[in-house]
T-cell receptor
């Protein structure tokens, strides 16, 4: 069973638009951790945020914000006033307290921001 | 400093060649990982080293041989690879090996097997 679902394969926006990347996860653990990574064309995965299952407080970091809702098992990521440099593949990931060392990645969402 | 370095950046090898990928971190992290990433796919875990000991081998073929000479270095030895092994190979490290740990990734090695 897929544990991390990123239903949006590709999104294309024009610069300065806001865009939300969806992430839905599935777990039976009460303790788990959610992550977002950015992968630009250069290839390196860049860590953006980590959230634990007991902290539902939304977070804002500059133009980035995250909405964690346990009721809907979602951890969505919004970029405000998108820029061309935001063009990348974004991965949502889950690690479970009982999952050992494994981090489960979603399929990724490719974001194109056009000038 | 959250830098993980990988060499080489690109590698082309024949199916009879032997080559090695190298990964280095100086963050004092005690866990290191190898991932394989095919185009338009998420990273797939290959190996995990914890305190320089192999902790996870995700049923990876023996033509891939990991090595952790010390806590800062991680190698991946390649021998008799197949064209389907062409991919981006990512190294990562984390402070420890618990699920809450954030993994920091290197830039990867793009491998082409001819």
């Amino acid at each position: 069973a897929q544990k991390v679902t990123q239903a949006q394969t590709e999104i294309s926006v024009v610069e300065k638009e806001d865009v939300t990347l969806d992430c839905v996860y599935e777990t039976r653990d009460t303790t788990y951790y959610l992550f977002w990574y950015k992968q630009p064309p250069s290839g390196e995965l860049v860590f953006l945020i980590r959230r634990n299952s007991f902290d539902e407080q939304n977070e804002i970091s500059g133009r980035y914000s995250w909405n964690f809702q346990k009721s809907t098992s979602s951890f969505n990521f919004t970029i405000t006033a998108s820029q061309v440099v935001d063009s990348a593949v974004y991965f949502c990931a889950l690690s479970e307290a009982t999952g050992g060392f494994k981090t489960i990645f979603g399929a990724g969402t490719r974001l194109f921001v056009k000038a | 400093d959250t830098e993980v370095t990988q060499t080489p950046k690109h590698l082309v090898m024949g199916m009879t060649n032997k080559k090695s990928l190298k990964c280095e971190q100086h963050m004092g992290h005690r866990a290191m990982y190898w991932y394989k990433q095919k185009a338009k796919k998420p990273p797939e875990l290959m190996f995990v080293y914890s305190y320089e000991k192999l902790s996870i081998n995700e049923s990876v073929p023996s033509r891939f041989s990991p090595e952790c000479p010390n806590s800062s270095l991680l190698n991946l030895h390649l021998h008799a690879l197949q064209p389907e092994d062409s991919a981006l190979y990512l190294c990562a490290s984390s402070q420890g090996v618990s699920p809450e740990e954030t993994q920091y990734f290197g830039p990867g090695t793009r491998l082409l097997v001819l």
